[in-house]
């Protein structure tokens, strides 16, 4: 009897001992499932505040203006002037004067080279953005140019040695709708873009 009775005391103390097992390791397996859920909740909340600090910060770049020089790779650009107007005058009785259903947007616009080395400029490394994201390339219609005479000399192929500056026009013809407020104009230093920084138009 004595030995019926320590054998059911041994049977019983053997499952309360696997049922502790059990429940050590369920937890164990809740509890690693829940540090993986919440190390990748965290790892996704740190990416999310990441991107919203940097789109803060990039919002907060402060853009140059009109007479303002903005400079990339030590090339600076630099917006002196902004007209709009829908006919541009040649003053010259021989030259037709050039007229748009919209209106030209014509930039008095330096650059400098501060790099090493000459730099090889052009018309087509400006390009204007609106507002909405629409953008705009330079005139190359040969009537535009003739009516600019001598003052619209323009950055055709134009080399700039190493510490020197030089200024042109570069003429737009947008709609008349376009409103300057909001749009920049896009400046790179070659014909790929690959170094560029924008001009408020404000």
């Known amino acids: 009897m004595k030995k019926l009775f320590t054998g059911c005391l041994t049977a019983i103390g053997a499952v309360v001992v696997l049922g502790i097992l059990i429940g050590i390791f369920a937890s164990g397996g809740d ?39 903005a400079t990339v790779a030590n090339v600076g650009f630099t917006v002196n002037h902004v007209k709009t107007t829908s006919e541009i005058d040649s003053g010259n009785e021989f030259i037709e004067n050039a007229k748009t259903s919209g209106k030209y947007v014509v930039l008095d616009v330096a650059i400098k080279n501060g790099q090493k080395e000459p730099l090889m400029i052009d018309s087509s490394y400006f390009q204007i953005m609106s507002s909405d994201g629409t953008t705009y390339d330079p005139v190359t219609d040969g009537q535009v140019m003739m009516a600019m ?48 920084i924008e001009i408020n138009l404000n």
């Open 149 to 196: 005479g001598e003052n619209g000399t323009d950055f055709f192929l134009q080399q700039i040695n190493p510490g020197l500056s030089k200024s042109g026009k570069v003429v737009f013809e947008v709609p008349k709708e376009l409103n300057l407020k909001g749009s920049v104009l896009h400046c790179q230093t070659g014909f790929f873009g690959t170094e560029s």
């Open 31 to 69: 509890t690693s499932n829940t540090a993986e859920g919440g190390a990748d909740q965290t790892k996704q909340e740190n990416l999310a505040n990441n991107d919203a600090m940097k789109q803060d910060k990039e919002s907060t770049i402060k853009k140059a203006g009109i007479g303002e020089t």
